[in-house]
């Protein structure tokens, strides 16, 4: 492979790569923080995290007292 190539490619793979790792962590984060298993994180479970547990109603944006992944997500990547 030409060295243009490489350098081209080298900075896409590191963002895909970073990006994979990233989900991957906020997946694990998530998992840690529904104690109970049951998919969503309620404001009680968000307490472990209080920078979440403030902002709890801001990101819960269906206002059912809970967060999905979707929501966790929208949280951890501020």
């Known amino acids: 492979?030409?060295?243009?190539?490489?350098?081209?490619?080298?900075?896409?793979?590191?963002?895909c790569f970073t990006t994979t790792v990233q989900a991957g962590s906020i997946e694990s984060r998530f998992k840690e923080l529904d104690r109970n298993r049951d998919g969503a994180i309620s404001k009680s479970e968000a307490a472990q995290e209080?920078?979440?547990?403030?902002r709890f109603s801001s990101y819960?944006?269906?206002?059912?007292?809970k967060l999905s992944i979707r929501e966790f997500t929208n949280y951890a990547r501020q």
């Not at 060295?3 to 896409?12: D, M």
């Not at 209080?50 to 403030?54: D, G, H, M, T, V």
């Not at 819960?60 to 007292?65: A, C, E, L, P, R």
């Open 1 to 15: 492979m030409n060295k243009i190539a490489v350098l081209i490619l080298s900075p896409l793979l590191l963002v």
């Open 50 to 54: 209080p920078a979440l547990w403030s």
């Open 60 to 65: 819960d944006q269906d206002k059912d007292g």
